[in-house]
């Protein structure tokens, strides 16, 4: 199965808001509400910041939220920090139970 | 709190095996799915397999169906990979994720460990 689709890169300035997006199939991210975004550093760890398409986890801040439309769910960063640029990740569970994650998008903060 | 600790990456030939370890704490091992997702250099995460909580389904990725196997031990709060059949593409970090039991999401993972496969 191939990896769900994101943009390779994305940027803004500091305040503005940005989206990413990543789309799947009616076999993952259209047919089931399992849709999570980590962020990563480099040489780090990734980073859970939303599960379920839209829940936040506790101690992730509010500028982040979580859509999903049809086969394609959205990432969506508001009021840009520096600290958000980082690589982004989305995942979705399958028809197969098993998980699939996007290509990832490099999110640049000019 | 909640910590989770790869250990068992190393340099292996292509054909053989390794196995990797998550010793778990801070959190009842016992009620949470556990996964493997592993990150090639420079590429991007890859999900790998997953066990429930209590051992008995199981479930892999294409590429590592047949070759590796998921398994744990709650009363050592540890998850294993064994890993045989080792190929060049194998070559990754590997990290040790938790998911809540019925749910399809990692929220912790542990630092991972560098696993090479060359000869």
């Known amino acids: 199965q191939s990896a769900l689709t994101q943009p390779a890169s994305v940027s803004g300035s500091p305040g503005q808001s940005i989206t990413i997006s990543c789309t799947g199939t009616?076999?993952?991210?259209?047919?089931?509400?399992?849709v999570s975004w980590y962020q990563q550093h480099p040489g780090k760890a990734p980073k859970l910041m939303i599960y379920?398409?839209?829940n936040r986890p506790s101690g992730v801040s509010n500028r982040f939220s979580g859509s999903k439309s049809g086969n394609t769910a959205s990432l969506t960063i508001s009021g840009l920090q520096a600290e958000d640029e980082a690589d982004y990740y989305c995942?979705?569970?399958?028809?197969?139970?098993?998980?699939?994650f996007g290509g990832g998008t490099k999110l640049t903060v000019l | 709190q909640v910590q989770l600790v790869e250990s068992g990456g190393g340099v292996v030939q292509p054909g053989r095996s390794l196995r990797l370890s998550c010793a778990a704490s801070?959190?009842?091992?016992?009620?949470?799915?556990m996964h493997w997702v592993r990150q090639a250099p420079g590429k991007g995460l890859e999900w790998v397999a997953e066990?429930?909580?209590?051992?008995?389904?199981?479930y892999y990725a294409d590429s590592v169906k047949g070759r590796f196997t998921i398994s744990r031990d709650n009363s050592k709060n540890t998850l294993y990979l064994q890993m045989n059949s080792m190929r060049a593409e194998d070559t990754a970090v590997y990290y040790c994720?938790?998911?809540?039991?019925?749910?399809?999401?990692?929220?912790?993972w542990g630092q991972g460990t560098l696993v090479t496969v060359s000869s």
């Open positions: 066990i429930w909580s209590d051992g008995l389904n199981k």
């Open positions: 801070g959190f009842t091992f016992s009620s949470y799915g």
């Open positions: 379920d398409v839209t």
């Open positions: 995942s979705s569970f399958t028809s197969s139970s098993t998980v699939i």
């Open positions: 994720a938790r998911a809540p039991s019925g749910y399809v999401y990692f929220d912790y």
């Open positions: 009616s076999s993952d991210v259209g047919n089931y509400n399992y």
